[in-house]
Structure formats: C-alpha cells, structure tokens
C-alpha cells in the first residue's frame, strides 16, 4: 500500500527557508488520478492547506502563502517538495504531505505522519 | 472564499451514544466535495467520508455523512472509545482552486 514520509530539518532560523521533502513508497507517484499536498498545523490548532501539484508539475497554492511557496515533483525519484521562504514563527507547524484523489472529490486519502517544524533563532 | 463552521466546538458523550456534528459553509458547496476527517493525538488525520455520504475504504458503517448546500452532518451511530477524537469537515473549491478545512469539532468522554 502506498506511504507518504516528510523529511527535512526541524528547525527553521526566522527570515530562512523552509524545506520539506515527502518520499512516495509502496506505488509509483506518476500512477492514477491523484495530486499531492502539502497541509500544515500549529500546536493545538487546526489544518491549513498549504497547495499541491500534479505530476504534470502544474500547481495551486493556499492565496494566502502564495507569495512564499514552492512545489515541486521528481517523479524519478518518487518524492514531492515544499519551499517556504521567509518564514516566521507563525510558521511553526506540524507540517504533512498526502495524497489527493480528484475522483473521491478531492479528498486526502492518505496522509504522512506529519513533520514538525519549528521557526526559531 | 468559503468559510467552514463546525459546531459544537466540543461534544461530550459516553461509549455507546450517538453523535451529531454539523459543518456549515458561508456558500453553497457542491457534496462531490465534502469530506470529513478523524484525528487522534500525535496523529494524522483519517479521510472518513467523502462526497458529503460515501465512506473511505475501511470506515465502520457507524460513521455516515449527510448534507448538501450549505449544511452537512457527520454522524456516529454509536460511539465507540476509540472515536473519541477531533474531527474535521473539509471542501473543495475550484474557483481558484483551494482546499479549505473547518476547525473542528472534539468529540471527548463525557
């Protein structure tokens, strides 16, 4: 069955960016009718979509980040990144990566376990 | 921008009981894009239900959603201990594309 794993550095310095990796395991990104997503969540709060790319590499980001956020694919290596630049401590978070699936109406159908981020000197 | 409402912010019940928790959108949201979540602590969310009614692989027929327009409902038929929980509503909207989620309703042990 297909997993989703985040990886990248735990902490973050103001003003720097944020970069995250979600490796793919168990099915070939490329395969079916799905997008990939980056959602995040501070402590004790609730779930931000961030944006997320299709293996065509077209992308949507949150309005709100837009002008801070990069996705990218490499489906050579089965893995989906978020850039996240300037970043401030509002942008401490656990952040996860999943699996959209536009025929189950843009649902997340499987998610990472989650990464957390803190944005901190 | 759609704007998700869920209520109660928190629901207190015992094993065996029934939930009802709502979501309420600021606009009318098509049901293909309603999806409800379940999140445990130090967890990731769990897709539960998608298309406002139909149920992700492996989901206990307890769970079933129900709604369209502007009000949608979660219900667990009887709660089990571990659906105790926080649960999210979530849609779709493509105009531009955004994915926006409610904020929650916990449902805890009364």
């Known amino acids: 069955q297909v997993q989703l794993q985040e990886s990248g550095p735990g902490l973050v310095k103001p003003s720097q960016t944020l970069s995250l990796t979600c490796t793919v395991s168990g099915g070939s990104i490329s395969s079916g009718s799905y997008y990939w997503s980056w959602i995040r969540q501070p402590a004790g709060k609730g779930l931000e979509w961030i944006g997320r790319?299709?293996?065509?590499?077209?992308?949507n980001y949150n309005p709100s980040l837009k002008s801070r956020v990069t996705i990218s694919v490499d489906t050579s290596k089965n893995q989906f990144s978020l850039k996240l630049s300037s970043v401030t401590a509002a942008d401490t978070a656990v952040y996860y990566c999943?699996?959209?699936?536009?025929?189950?109406?843009?649902?997340?159908?499987?998610w990472g376990q989650g990464t957390m981020v803190t944005v901190s000197s | 921008e759609i704007v998700l409402t869920q209520s109660p912010g928190t629901l207190s019940l015992s094993p065996g009981e029934r939930a009802t928790l709502s979501c309420r959108a600021s606009?009318?949201?098509?049901?293909?894009?309603l999806a409800w979540y379940q999140q445990k602590p130090g967890q990731a969310p769990r897709l539960l239900i998608y298309?406002?009614?139909s149920r992700a692989t492996g989901i206990p027929d307890r769970f079933s959603g129900s709604g369209s327009g502007t009000d949608f409902t979660l219900t667990i038929s009887r709660l089990e201990p571990e659906d105790f929980a926080v649960y999210y509503c979530q849609q779709y909207g493509s105009s531009p594309p955004k994915l926006t989620f409610g904020p929650g309703t916990k449902v805890d042990i009364k």
């Open positions: 298309g406002a009614s």
């Open positions: 790319i299709y293996t065509s590499g077209s992308t």
């Open positions: 999943a699996r959209g699936q536009w025929l189950k109406g843009n649902a997340f159908d499987i």
């Open positions: 606009q009318s949201v098509s049901s293909s894009y």
